[in-house]
């Protein structure tokens, strides 16, 4: 069955610093990826999706994710962590019908100063 | 801003109380999804839908039901309810309804308390 886990509940980094979010997934096929964030106070927001191609995925905000088949990894990096990315993210695939998502737990990023 | 409304954003019952909760999506959205959010269950999937018509169901309970408005808005009907209903209750909309591959539009969420 399709199921997804982000290993980390909770990860503090340094205003500047570098992050990667992990994420592990399982999936019949090359599945549709996809990280979201969760300000607090607010709705989920697409950070980026992975469908095919390019195993290296741009998103909005600066991040980017990694699709490695080998490793049923899809991590989320930044290159410098600003305050204001301090949420909650989320890593999702299709359920089996494909008529919806199955999210991760979640990771909570802080940010120190 | 997602385009995606929900009311109210705070909601205080009672056990064994019924509640409504209204969604409406982004303009030109034809599905709707709903989502409850706890802290044990993380974000589960509880329904679907697309032009008025039901297109899946996940873990819905029996006391929970859903409807999708000729005008698109839905909403989520919970009865009966109990302390562990107490959640946050998300409404997400798509262009298409093929939840898994393409992008949702998520709203801010009611949070239920039941006591």
């Known amino acids: 069955a399709q199921s997804v886990t982000q290993p980390d509940i909770h990860i503090t980094v340094s205003e500047g610093a570098s992050l990667e979010l992990r994420c592990n997934y399982s999936?019949?096929?090359?599945?549709?990826l996809f990280w979201y964030v969760q300000s607090p106070g607010q709705g989920l927001q697409l950070l980026l999706k992975y469908f095919s191609g390019d195993t290296l995925v741009q998103g909005i905000k600066g991040f980017e994710a990694e699709f490695k088949r080998s490793q049923s990894s899809f991590n989320l990096r930044k290159p410098s962590v600003h305050w204001s990315d301090a949420a909650e993210y989320f890593c999702?695939?299709?359920?089996?019908?494909?008529?919806?998502?199955?999210f991760g737990k979640g990771t909570t990023l802080s940010v120190s100063s | 801003d997602s385009g995606v409304t929900q009311t109210p954003k705070h909601l205080i019952t009672a056990t064994g109380q019924r509640v409504t909760l209204r969604c409406s999506p982004r303009s030109g959205d034809l599905s709707v999804y709903w989502y409850q959010q706890s802290l044990d269950q993380g974000l589960q999937f509880l329904i679907q839908?697309?032009?008025?018509?039901?297109?899946a169901k996940g873990n819905i309970l029996e006391r929970f039901s859903a409807q999708q408005f000729p005008d698109l808005h839905s909403e989520l009907n919970l009865s009966s309810l109990e302390l562990g209903d107490s959640a946050l209750y998300f409404c997400?909309?798509?262009?298409?309804?093929?939840?898994?591959?393409?992008?949702?539009?998520f709203g801010s969420g009611t949070q239920l308390s039941v006591l």
């Open positions: 997400a909309s798509s262009v298409t309804g093929t939840g898994g591959n393409e992008k949702l539009f």
């Open positions: 999702a695939v299709p359920n089996q019908a494909g008529t919806a998502l199955i």
């Open positions: 999936y019949g096929a090359t599945p549709y």
């Open positions: 839908y697309y032009n008025g018509e039901e297109r």
